[in-house]
Protein backbone atom coordinates (compact mmCIF):
# COMPACT_ATOMS: atom_id res chain seq x y z
CA UNK A 1 0.00 0.00 0.00
CA UNK A 2 1.55 3.23 -1.28
CA UNK A 3 0.69 6.16 1.36
CA UNK A 4 1.54 9.80 1.34
CA UNK A 5 -0.29 13.45 1.70
CA UNK A 6 0.51 16.48 -0.66
CA UNK A 7 0.52 19.39 1.47
CA UNK A 8 -2.71 21.10 0.43
CA UNK A 9 -4.63 17.68 1.68
CA UNK A 10 -2.10 18.11 4.93
CA UNK A 11 -3.19 21.63 5.45
CA UNK A 12 -6.78 20.96 4.53
CA UNK A 13 -6.86 18.38 7.64
CA UNK A 14 -5.15 20.29 10.15
CA UNK A 15 -6.25 23.51 9.48
CA UNK A 16 -9.92 23.08 11.62
CA UNK A 17 -7.85 21.57 14.64
CA UNK A 18 -5.39 24.77 14.95
CA UNK A 19 -6.76 27.14 17.76
CA UNK A 20 -7.42 23.80 19.32
CA UNK A 21 -3.87 22.96 18.82
CA UNK A 22 -2.63 26.23 19.94
CA UNK A 23 -4.89 26.29 22.98
CA UNK A 24 -3.47 22.77 24.24
CA UNK A 25 0.17 23.92 23.40
CA UNK A 26 -0.42 27.39 25.32
CA UNK A 27 -1.80 25.41 27.97
CA UNK A 28 1.83 23.19 28.48
CA UNK A 29 4.04 26.31 27.65
CA UNK A 30 1.47 29.34 29.09
CA UNK A 31 3.14 31.56 26.41
CA UNK A 32 1.52 32.45 23.06
CA UNK A 33 4.89 33.05 20.68
CA UNK A 34 6.48 29.65 22.54
CA UNK A 35 2.93 28.02 21.52
CA UNK A 36 3.14 29.23 18.05
CA UNK A 37 6.46 28.12 17.71
CA UNK A 38 5.82 24.79 19.29
CA UNK A 39 2.78 24.55 16.78
CA UNK A 40 4.88 25.68 13.52
CA UNK A 41 7.51 23.09 14.52
CA UNK A 42 4.84 20.41 14.23
CA UNK A 43 3.99 21.52 10.96
CA UNK A 44 7.64 21.32 10.32
CA UNK A 45 7.60 17.68 11.80
CA UNK A 46 4.57 16.74 9.78
CA UNK A 47 5.74 17.85 5.94
CA UNK A 48 8.87 16.21 6.71
CA UNK A 49 6.66 12.91 6.87
CA UNK A 50 4.18 13.34 4.70
CA UNK A 51 5.43 9.90 3.11
CA UNK A 52 3.82 7.86 6.17
CA UNK A 53 -0.15 9.09 6.85
CA UNK A 54 -2.61 7.08 5.67
CA UNK A 55 -5.50 9.75 5.66
CA UNK A 56 -6.40 13.12 7.06
CA UNK A 57 -7.37 11.16 10.32
CA UNK A 58 -3.78 9.88 10.86
CA UNK A 59 -2.04 13.19 10.19
CA UNK A 60 -4.54 14.89 12.95
CA UNK A 61 -3.81 12.08 15.02
CA UNK A 62 0.16 12.07 14.55
CA UNK A 63 0.15 15.94 14.71
CA UNK A 64 -1.50 15.74 18.26
CA UNK A 65 0.66 13.66 19.78
CA UNK A 66 3.96 15.78 17.92
CA UNK A 67 2.68 19.18 19.17
CA UNK A 68 2.31 17.72 22.47
CA UNK A 69 5.58 16.61 22.88
CA UNK A 70 7.65 19.23 20.80
CA UNK A 71 5.96 21.46 23.92
CA UNK A 72 7.57 19.06 26.42
CA UNK A 73 10.90 19.15 24.64
CA UNK A 74 10.71 22.49 24.77
CA UNK A 75 9.96 22.78 28.60
CA UNK A 76 12.64 20.24 28.96
CA UNK A 77 15.08 22.15 26.94
CA UNK A 78 14.64 24.90 30.60
CA UNK A 79 14.39 27.94 28.20
CA UNK A 80 12.03 29.50 30.06
CA UNK A 81 9.62 28.78 32.79
CA UNK A 82 6.51 26.55 32.11
CA UNK A 83 3.24 25.49 34.21
CA UNK A 84 2.20 22.38 33.34
CA UNK A 85 -0.66 20.62 33.37
CA UNK A 86 -1.48 17.13 35.57
CA UNK A 87 -0.73 14.52 33.35
CA UNK A 88 -4.15 13.14 34.29
CA UNK A 89 -5.97 16.19 32.90
CA UNK A 90 -3.86 15.86 29.94
CA UNK A 91 -5.02 12.10 29.66
CA UNK A 92 -8.76 13.82 29.23
CA UNK A 93 -7.92 15.85 26.84
CA UNK A 94 -5.98 13.31 24.63
CA UNK A 95 -8.84 10.90 24.69
CA UNK A 96 -11.59 14.12 24.25
CA UNK A 97 -9.92 14.70 20.63
CA UNK A 98 -9.29 10.90 20.10
CA UNK A 99 -13.27 10.39 19.92
CA UNK A 100 -13.93 14.11 17.82
CA UNK A 101 -16.28 13.76 14.90
CA UNK A 102 -14.61 15.15 11.71
CA UNK A 103 -17.77 14.07 9.54
CA UNK A 104 -18.24 17.45 9.02
CA UNK A 105 -14.58 18.56 8.05
CA UNK A 106 -15.52 19.02 3.83
CA UNK A 107 -17.68 21.70 5.29
CA UNK A 108 -15.30 22.96 7.59
CA UNK A 109 -12.70 23.10 4.64
CA UNK A 110 -14.98 24.72 2.53
CA UNK A 111 -16.20 27.31 5.31
CA UNK A 112 -12.37 28.21 6.06
CA UNK A 113 -11.48 29.18 2.33
CA UNK A 114 -14.83 31.36 2.52
CA UNK A 115 -13.81 32.59 5.98
CA UNK A 116 -9.97 33.57 4.54
CA UNK A 117 -11.52 35.46 2.03
CA UNK A 118 -13.77 37.75 3.63
CA UNK A 119 -10.54 38.76 6.01
CA UNK A 120 -8.84 42.07 5.10
CA UNK A 121 -5.90 41.98 2.32
CA UNK A 122 -3.51 42.07 5.24
CA UNK A 123 -4.70 39.51 7.81
CA UNK A 124 -4.58 37.37 4.00
CA UNK A 125 -1.24 38.32 3.33
CA UNK A 126 -0.02 37.44 7.07
CA UNK A 127 -1.97 33.98 6.53
CA UNK A 128 -0.24 33.41 3.34
CA UNK A 129 3.52 34.48 4.92
CA UNK A 130 3.03 32.32 7.66
CA UNK A 131 1.17 28.90 6.88
CA UNK A 132 1.11 28.83 2.81
CA UNK A 133 4.62 30.40 2.78
CA UNK A 134 6.16 28.56 5.83
CA UNK A 135 7.84 31.45 7.50
CA UNK A 136 7.89 31.69 11.09
CA UNK A 137 6.38 34.58 12.94
CA UNK A 138 9.48 36.56 13.46
CA UNK A 139 10.08 35.45 9.57
CA UNK A 140 6.72 37.04 8.67
CA UNK A 141 7.09 39.87 11.52
CA UNK A 142 10.90 40.91 9.47
CA UNK A 143 9.36 40.80 6.32
CA UNK A 144 5.96 43.02 7.22
CA UNK A 145 8.46 45.41 9.36
CA UNK A 146 6.62 44.65 12.08
CA UNK A 147 7.52 43.43 15.70
CA UNK A 148 6.95 39.34 16.48
CA UNK A 149 4.38 40.59 19.40
CA UNK A 150 2.60 42.96 16.88
CA UNK A 151 2.35 39.36 14.63
CA UNK A 152 1.66 37.20 17.32
CA UNK A 153 -1.19 39.60 19.02
CA UNK A 154 -2.65 39.66 14.73
CA UNK A 155 -2.65 35.99 14.59
CA UNK A 156 -4.27 35.69 17.48
CA UNK A 157 -7.10 38.11 16.24
CA UNK A 158 -7.33 36.55 12.93
CA UNK A 159 -8.09 32.59 14.65
CA UNK A 160 -10.80 34.37 16.71
CA UNK A 161 -12.33 35.83 13.68
CA UNK A 162 -11.61 32.41 11.50
CA UNK A 163 -13.40 30.41 14.25
CA UNK A 164 -16.40 32.41 14.88
CA UNK A 165 -16.69 32.93 11.01
CA UNK A 166 -16.52 28.88 10.26
CA UNK A 167 -18.86 28.11 13.67
CA UNK A 168 -21.55 30.92 12.17
CA UNK A 169 -21.04 28.97 9.00
CA UNK A 170 -21.51 25.75 10.14
CA UNK A 171 -24.41 26.53 11.92
CA UNK A 172 -26.19 28.16 8.69
CA UNK A 173 -25.13 24.41 7.08
CA UNK A 174 -26.83 22.80 9.90
CA UNK A 175 -29.97 24.91 9.55
CA UNK A 176 -30.05 23.87 5.81
CA UNK A 177 -28.08 26.70 3.73
CA UNK A 178 -25.27 26.42 1.96
CA UNK A 179 -21.86 28.16 2.79
CA UNK A 180 -21.18 31.31 0.95
Partial sequence: MIY???RTDILRALMPERTKQIALAWSILRQSHLSEDAYQDMLARVFENDSIFEGPQHVRD???KVLRNRCYEFIRQQKYKAALLDESILELVDAE???RDTADMPARVDALHNCI???SEKSRQIIRLRY???LAGTQ???KLGR???TVYKSLQRIYVTLAQCIERKMT???MGDTIS
Fill in 132 to 134: FDG
Fill in 117 to 119: EEL
Fill in 97 to 99: LEQ
Fill in 172 to 174: AVD
Fill in 62 to 64: WSW
Fill in 4 to 6: GMD
Fill in 147 to 149: KPE
Fill in 140 to 142: VAE
